[in-house]
T-cell receptor, first 113, second 115 residues
C-alpha cells in the first residue's frame, strides 16, 4: 500500500513564502501530483513531478526527491486567494493502470494580511 | 467547456433510502473515478473505470455500486444509505495514457447527508 503524510495546517502572511512538505512510501513510484482545493470546491491541478528536481510554474514550484520519498510545494508572494487546502497525490506502477492516485490528507494554508 | 458535471449538488437522504449520483464528462476521457472526501480529510477512491463496460473497486467500495454504459457517464449508486456515507462525493476523469502527466479533472462535488 501507500502512506502519504502532509502537515495538517500552516499559517503564513500575505507576500511571504510557504513550503508544504509531503512524504510518501510506495512500492513503485510513478508520479506525484499537487492539487489546490478551495473550501467547498473541487480540487484543481497545480503541478506534476516524476523526475527528481524542481518544476516551476509562476508563483508555484514543486520539488521531488525520489530517493527520499519527499516532495514539497513552494508558494511564493502569497496572496489572500491562496488560502486553500493543498493535496499531495502519488501514483505507483501497481496502480498506474487506470491512472489511479492515492491522496494525502491535505494541508490547509491560511494566509493572513 | 462543461468538463465534469455532477448532479445533484446537495442531497439529504434518510437511512435505508437509495439514490444515484450522476456524473458526466464531455472531454472524451476513457478513465473515470468516484471519490469521497470526509471533513478535513483527503480523497478516498470508491470505484473507477478504464472504459465503457469496465469498472473496478477502489479503496472504499463497500455500500456502493457503479456502471459505465457509455464513455461519458459514470453513475454511483447507494443502495441502502447509512450515516457513515455522509460525505462529499467527487467524480473525476482523465486521459487514458498510463504513466503520463495528465491530471485528473474533478467535478464540483455532491454533498450528501444521511439522517
Amino acid at each position: 500500500g501507500q502512506n502519504i503524510d502532509q502537515p495538517t495546517e500552516m499559517t503564513a502572511t500575505e507576500g511571504a513564502i510557504v513550503q508544504i512538505n509531503c512524504t510518501y512510501q510506495t512500492s513503485g513510484f510513478n508520479g506525484l501530483f499537487w492539487y489546490q482545493q478551495h473550501a467547498g470546491e473541487a480540487p484543481t491541478f497545480l503541478s506534476y513531478n516524476v523526475l527528481d528536481g524542481l518544476e516551476e510554474k509562476g508563483r508555484f514550484s514543486s520539488f521531488l526527491s525520489r530517493s527520499k520519498g519527499y516532495s514539497y510545494l513552494l508558494l511564493k508572494e502569497l496572496q489572500m486567494k491562496d488560502s486553500a487546502s493543498y493535496l499531495c497525490a502519488v501514483r505507483d506502477w501497481i496502480k498506474a493502470a487506470g491512472n489511479k492516485l492515492t491522496f494525502g490528507g491535505g494541508t490547509r494554508v491560511l494566509v493572513k494580511p | 467547456n462543461a468538463g465534469v458535471t455532477q448532479t445533484p449538488k446537495f442531497r439529504i437522504l434518510k437511512i435505508g433510502q437509495s439514490m444515484t449520483l450522476q456524473c458526466a464528462q464531455d472531454m472524451n476521457h476513457n478513465y473515470m473515478y468516484w471519490y469521497r472526501q470526509d471533513p478535513g480529510m483527503g480523497l478516498k477512491l470508491i470505484y473507477y473505470s478504464v472504459g465503457a463496460g469496465i469498472t473496478d473497486k477502489g479503496e472504499v467500495p463497500n455500500g456502493y455500486n457503479v456502471s459505465r454504459s457509455t464513455t461519458e457517464d459514470f453513475p454511483l449508486r447507494l443502495e441502502l444509505a447509512a450515516p457513515s456515507q455522509t460525505s462529499v462525493y467527487f467524480c473525476a476523469s482523465s486521459y487514458s495514457i498510463q504513466g503520463s502527466n495528465q491530471p485528473q479533472h474533478f467535478g464540483d462535488g455532491t454533498r450528501l447527508s444521511i439522517l
